[in-house]
């Protein structure tokens, strides 16, 4: 899997816009870029994934370079209950097995969302 | 509907003993993953399921660990004997992506913290 590049820490004002970068310059064209996060003491939780064109849902929005080589995820309203460790991470989008499925978690970015 | 349960929530043994994780996936979902983060480190694949057979064990570290899941339903991952750097939050995730086609995501338990002294 190609490896990733986030910032490892964020800050962002309650109700307003959070911005999380990643890069992925080395992503392959048949790799998905896929966001997770992991509130303190909680598992993983998803967020939002994508290919080529960007994704909207209800927790967030996932905008990716027209390049593939880079992402930004969007909280739209950040609330304190956002804070949390925000993982970017690319993965195949198909294949017959083997290794494919794994995730690979880096350090990902910690969000600290200030009253 | 209920979300992938994990039990214990936590376990504190001492350096030698023998514990057993268990992971109670989604219902219907085939895929059934382990993770582990040990302390400072990042979250780290350990095997994965497809059904009952182990599809890929790449990760799991030494064969102190023994992970299986009978039937395709709940799996259970043992740790015999535990060794201090086995220390860490175990977590289970299970999805439901169709053959080849990897394009759903895993949804995770809430670990099992495991501290062996």
């Known amino acids: 899997d190609a490896k990733t590049t986030q910032p490892p820490s964020m800050d962002c004002a309650e109700g307003r816009a959070a911005n999380l970068p990643c890069n992925h310059s080395t992503i392959s064209g048949n790799e998905y870029v896929y966001w997770y996060r992991q509130i303190h003491s909680q598992g993983p939780q998803y967020i939002i994934h994508?290919?080529?064109?960007?994704e909207t849902n209800e927790m967030a929005s996932l905008i990716i370079t027209e390049d593939r080589k880079s992402s930004t995820l969007i909280l739209p309203h950040a609330t304190l209950r956002d804070t949390a460790v925000y993982y970017c991470i690319v993965r195949v989008a198909w294949g017959s097995g083997g290794s494919n499925y794994k995730l690979t978690f880096g350090k990902g970015t910690l969000l600290t969302v200030n009253p | 509907e209920a979300g992938v349960t994990q039990f214990p929530s936590h376990s504190v043994i001492e350096k030698g003993q023998t514990v057993t994780l268990r992971c109670d996936p989604i219902?219907?979902?085939?895929?059934l993953y382990w993770y582990r983060r040990v302390m400072g480190k990042e979250i780290k694949f350990l095997l994965h399921f497809v059904k009952e057979s182990k599809q890929d064990e790449s990760g799991m570290p030494n064969n102190r660990f023994l992970a299986e899941r009978t039937g395709g339903t709940y799996s259970t991952l043992k740790v015999q004997p535990a060794e201090l750097e086995d220390s860490g939050v175990y977590f289970c995730?299970?999805?439901?992506?169709?053959?080849?086609?990897?394009?759903?995501?895993?949804?995770f338990g809430q670990g099992t913290r495991l501290t062996v002294v």
């Open positions: 994508g290919l080529k064109n960007n």
């Open positions: 219902s219907g979902h085939d895929n």
């Open positions: 995730a299970s999805s439901q992506e169709p053959a080849r086609n990897l394009n759903t995501e895993a949804f």
